[in-house]
């Protein structure tokens, strides 16, 4: 009885964090959108480069995604084309500029999130079973 207890326990703390993992996916596209469509002179500023500024927050949403919603390509590609939406709406922008460089810099950054989350998933069920010896 405690076996079945604790796996039930198991499932509830994963939709728990499945949950919690899909709010931070909401806030951070949120996020993402904001500070794209913002004046330049509003955004903040950081000492980090921009492409590591762009990879480094796209590879968090791609982890989020990833962790929170099972894998559909459809929704992949679906977040590619607001990436690509993202950076056409900067071109009438005043003050902002898309540039194809930075849809491949977040393009890649979602992309390595999401090939993270699953090679790390892979090998722990790779691992579970056979243990590493």
Request: hydrophobic share 50%.
């Amino acid at each position: 009885m405690s076996f079945e207890r604790s796996v039930v326990g198991q499932r509830r703390g994963a939709l728990h964090l499945n949950t919690a993992l899909r709010c931070v996916f909401w806030l951070l596209l949120l996020l993402i959108v904001a500070l794209t469509i913002i004046p330049p002179t509003l955004r903040p500023i950081t000492r980090v480069p921009h492409g590591f500024e762009h990879i480094g927050i796209f590879m968090l949403l791609g982890i989020c995604f990833s962790t929170g919603y099972r894998w559909r390509s459809d929704a992949f590609l679906a977040l590619l084309a607001l990436i690509a939406g993202l950076e056409l709406v900067q071109v009438v922008i005043p003050g902002r500029h898309g540039r194809v460089s930075d849809f491949v810099e977040n393009a890649l950054g979602l992309t390595a999130g999401i090939c993270i989350v699953y090679s790390v998933k892979w090998l722990f069920q790779r691992f579970a079973y056979r243990g590493f010896g």
